[in-house]
């Protein structure tokens, strides 16, 4: 298969991560004989210091032309310490998912036995927690209308019809998929976009008959997330309620350098870990690059590439279980691994096997 893909490093371990995740990529190809073809393009704090914008015009269409775009992360301290700042690295990821229609996240969350030990959850509770949080991208108090001045601030949480008909079909063809269990979390009892949330996702339930769906307040399924993961098979929810649930699972796998994720839409797919930037870490060599390289995954298997996506989680798992880890997530006492060496270890085991 041939595949032209827009690399989007971004900014501080971005670039670092990326590496990894284009050289198995490569890897990938020379095994199974495909073409991957890269277009590197510039985003977030490094697109504002060459051209004023995080998402320019140039990259914009480096990601349309793609099949598929590979991102890693965007976020600079420069711009985080600057309330008054006119031009932040993340509107160039908002701009990118709205003008890519990229409407629908999907993190799955899943465990590693080998790493139990080092989220701070009971090891009872996590064991066989696997679920996927699928997020509603494009819509929400992240794009609806904004004021702020001295005295006062709002942000608008505006959902139409079509959007969320649109992502609620995502979630229940996913469950359909799984193991056949929605969970709709809103907050329904307070805010009336939650209501038309669950209104129509009610309307829509006899579509499914095989799906169980029920609903949940965000407040209690925060909670659940944490003491009962194992409850879950697909969650769907709002852009702002999903952003923050889905870095609470960071806490399931014990590292958000674990998490891959996809956006999917109008137009060109995107995969990306789920983690920041990590600027304090940049050129360190000690970023956790294994989202990174699972995103690669998903971006194969979105395209068919089953095979190839499960070799390189075949050869994350083994690395892990060799404990070529980097220092987040090392055993006491194991040897020190940089984002280099684990990315190399896990192109020569691709190599191998």
């Given at each position: 298969m041939k595949l032209n893909i827009a690399v989007l490093a971004g900014d501080g371990i971005g670039p670092e991560i990326m590496k990894q995740g284009v050289a198995v990529m490569?890897?990938?190809?020379?095994?199974?004989?495909?073409?991957?073809?890269y277009n590197e393009a510039i985003c977030g704090a490094h697109a504002i210091d060459e051209v004023g914008d995080p998402f320019p015009d140039d990259t914009f269409k480096a990601c349309m032309e793609a099949d598929a775009v590979l991102f890693a992360a965007v976020g600079d301290p420069r711009f985080d310490n600057n309330p008054t700042a006119k031009?932040?690295?993340?509107?160039?990821?908002l701009a990118m998912r709205k003008k890519l229609g990229l409407f629908a996240n999907v993190r799955p969350v899943a465990t590693f036995d080998c790493l139990l030990h080092k989220s701070p959850l009971k090891d009872?509770?996590?064991?066989?927690?696997?679920?996927?949080?699928?997020?509603?991208?494009?819509?929400?108090?992240?794009?609806?209308?904004?004021?702020?001045d001295n005295d006062k601030a709002y942000d608008t949480d505006i959902y139409t019809r079509p959007e969320i008909e649109r992502i609620l079909k995502v979630a229940f063809e996913y469950a359909m998929k799984r193991?056949?269990?929605?969970?709709?979390?809103?907050?329904?009892n307070v805010l009336a976009s939650s209501r038309l949330w669950r209104q129509i996702a009610k309307e829509m339930e006899p579509q499914y008959p095989?799906?169980?769906?029920?609903?949940?307040?965000?407040?209690n399924a925060a909670m659940r997330v944490l003491t009962e993961p194992t409850f879950f098979d697909v969650i769907v929810t709002e852009n702002t309620f999903g952003d923050i649930l889905t870095d609470e699972t960071s806490c399931i796998t014990g590292s958000m350098g674990l998490q891959p994720s996809s956006s999917l839409g109008e137009h060109t797919p995107l995969f990306e870990p789920v983690h920041g930037s990590w600027p304090q870490a940049a050129g360190q060599n000690l970023a956790n690059p294994l989202a990174q390289i699972l995103s690669a995954a998903m971006l194969l298997e979105h395209f068919g590439l089953t095979e190839e996506g499960q070799t390189i989680r075949k050869a994350v798992d083994a690395s892990l279980d060799a404990n070529v880890r980097t220092p987040e997530i090392q055993v006491e006492g194991g040897a020190h691994y940089g984002t280099e060496e684990v990315g190399a270890w896990i192109v020569d085991w691709i190599a191998k096997h």
């Open positions: 490569d890897a990938i190809a020379a095994k199974y004989n495909h073409t991957f073809t031009v932040r690295p993340e509107q160039g990821l009872e509770l996590l064991r066989g927690a696997d679920f996927v949080v699928i997020r509603e991208l494009t819509g929400g108090m992240y794009f609806g209308e904004k004021y702020q193991n056949k269990h929605l969970t709709v979390v809103d907050k329904a095989e799906v169980t769906t029920d609903y949940m307040f965000i407040d």
